[in-house]
């Protein structure tokens, strides 16, 4: 677990002597003003707590811990200064959101419990975030494998989506990538709820009565309804209910909640959803050019801001794929599918009934299916799969 300590000054002597006084205690790090440490946790990753002054040239130590409570929410935040007045404190609260202040002169031994109390405290907010992402996640993976069995169509689109998802979030550096592949993740969920011959209308885009519009357009209700009341799921509920909804505040849900009032996870999964739905490819291929003029002629539907900047993102990652692929396009038998693989296309039974969608990522209960299929006669031939080169 990454327990580094960052003492942040404009004084070098300062800087030294905590270091000298820490270092035995802790994985201590200096840096000289609020810039340079912030282009350390830039370049070597966040810190699990950070101790600044309050005086320094450019970018005083509130406006720091500012900085970093928006970029770095995990960081435990240390006031340490010589400004021993009620204003600074108060400043320093509310805007950098502190644990602790401490007034130069501080004794090392009031300074040391304060640093050990804020590393407990960031043990137990990155506990839970491994239970979220890692218990929790995986628990969530399991229900997107069993909704494959019964919704392949729908599944397929979600594992496109998330992986679109996760690589965005990664790009952009967000602090909680998790919520948004959680709620990619479950966004599909409701339509177990809804009758197998209106999904498969809608997947094969044929024309719905007003309806059955309604009952798809209430597909993300549904969703939300049956996650709410999962521990800690409240927040991703919300994203999922929002979806669908239109930039303009038009669409479901039919409330008064428009613009950035909407989630911004919501925001950019209605953009990933309906790039899903129109790439011409039935793969986990990016989408590019006509994709993208589709939904940017649709005044209003999405946020237009985020909308340019995801474009820019897959442009930019089609363009660097160059000459160092990141997956191969391979054709293996049911045998030699490998969890992780990605399907290329819809794989169906012998009898042209689909058992997974094009997008599905292979797990290890779906192989073992495809396996018992395989010998049973249902299914045979090779199936077209994108494999990671660093399996």
């Not at 804020?118 to 979220?132: F, G, M, W």
């Not at 399991?142 to 989506?161: H, I, N, Q, T």
């Not at 998802?165 to 959680?182: F, H, Q, R």
């Not at 599918?337 to 039974?349: F, M, W």
Request: charged share 30%.
């Amino acid at each position: 677990m990454n327990e580094r300590v960052l003492f942040v000054d404009d004084e070098v002597n300062v800087l030294a002597g905590l270091e000298r006084q820490f270092k035995r205690k802790f994985d201590t790090h200096t840096a000289e003003g609020g810039e340079k440490a912030l282009s350390l946790m830039a370049d070597d990753g966040p810190v699990a707590v950070v101790i600044s002054d309050m005086r320094m040239p450019e970018m005083n130590g509130v406006e720091f811990l500012a900085r970093v409570k928006s970029k770095y929410p995990d960081t435990i935040r240390i006031m340490l200064t010589g400004n021993n007045d009620q204003e600074t404190a108060v400043e320093a609260i509310n805007e950098g959101d502190i644990f602790r202040f401490f007034t130069k002169p501080c004794s090392p031994e009031k300074l040391l419990g304060g640093i050990e109390d804020a590393l407990q405290q960031y043990r137990l907010i990155t506990s839970e975030k491994v239970l979220l992402e890692q218990t929790l996640g995986g628990s969530v993976k399991v229900l997107l494998e069993v909704l494959s069995l019964v919704d392949p169509d729908g599944a397929g689109k979600a594992g496109k989506v998330r992986k679109w998802a996760s690589d965005i979030a990664k790009w952009t550096g967000w602090s909680n990538p998790w919520k948004i592949e959680l709620a990619t993740m479950l966004s599909p969920i409701g339509r177990i709820a809804l009758p197998t011959d209106l999904m498969a209308k809608a997947d094969k885009n044929e024309e719905l009565s007003a309806d059955e519009l309604a009952t798809m357009e209430r597909s993300p209700e549904i969703s939300r309804n049956l996650i709410a009341n999962i521990p800690r799921l409240k927040g991703i509920s919300k994203i999922i209910y929002y979806q669908n909804k239109n930039f303009d505040g038009s669409g479901f849900p039919h409330d008064d909640v428009s613009g950035e009032d909407i989630p911004l996870e919501a925001r950019i999964l209605h953009i990933l959803n309906d790039l899903a739905g129109i790439t011409n490819s039935k793969t986990s291929e990016l989408p590019f050019g006509t994709e993208f003029d589709q939904l940017e002629h649709q005044s209003g539907r999405y946020d237009p801001k985020l909308l340019t900047g995801i474009r820019a993102y897959f442009v930019n990652k089609k363009e660097g794929l160059g000459d160092k692929e990141a997956t191969s396009l391979l054709e293996v038998s049911i045998a030699q599918l490998r969890p992780g693989d990605v399907l290329v296309s819809d794989l169906k039974t012998k009898k042209d009934v689909l058992a997974l969608g094009s997008g599905q990522e292979i797990s290890q209960v779906i192989r073992e299916k495809l396996n018992i299929m395989s010998q049973t006669g249902g299914l045979g031939g090779k199936i077209r799969i994108l494999r990671s080169n660093e399996k």
